[in-house]
């Protein structure tokens, strides 16, 4: 298998939402152009993102591997809603949600494993990003 930027999927997902939220504001004259544009956007957000991190080294001295208790007790309220936000999704949607986050599979390879097309994998996956990120109401 070629390499992959893993960030691709990521931004063709935000686009995607991007796009969904912009269109229900007002009505979109070009899609596909409006679409690349935001593409290209989060493209350049990652590079500019990226070169701040490496211009701001962390001093691994005073970076502390263990987060304090309110910071464990808060990741474990947040993995809760996660996992029952998960557990209402229609089970094809989680399914192929599960195997592209948690199994770090492909779509192509999703849509294999699942007897579809790379489009309705492609819905699924983005069924699940819109209703996890409603139910988690922007956490």
Do not use: W
């Not at 796009?19 to 957000?45: C, H, Q, V, W």
């Not at 263990?66 to 094809?92: T, Y």
């Not at 599960?98 to 770090?104: A, I, Y």
């Amino acid at each position: 298998m070629g390499h992959r930027d893993s960030g691709a999927e990521d931004r063709v997902q935000e686009a995607y939402l991007r796009m969904l939220e912009a269109g229900s504001a007002a009505p979109i004259r070009n899609r596909e152009t409006y679409f690349k544009r935001i593409l290209r956007n989060l493209r350049i957000d990652g590079i500019r993102r990226t070169a701040r991190q490496a211009a701001l080294p962390i001093d691994e001295a005073l970076a502390d591997p263990q987060p304090g208790p309110d910071r464990a007790a808060l990741a474990r309220i947040e993995l809760e809603a996660v996992a029952k936000a998960l557990q209402k999704l229609p089970p094809r949607c989680r399914h192929a949600f599960e195997l592209h986050r948690f199994g770090n599979l492909s779509y192509a390879e999703i849509a294999q494993r699942m007897g579809i097309s790379i489009s309705m994998v492609e819905k699924h996956i983005a069924e699940a990003v819109l209703r996890l990120a409603a139910a988690l109401g922007g956490r």
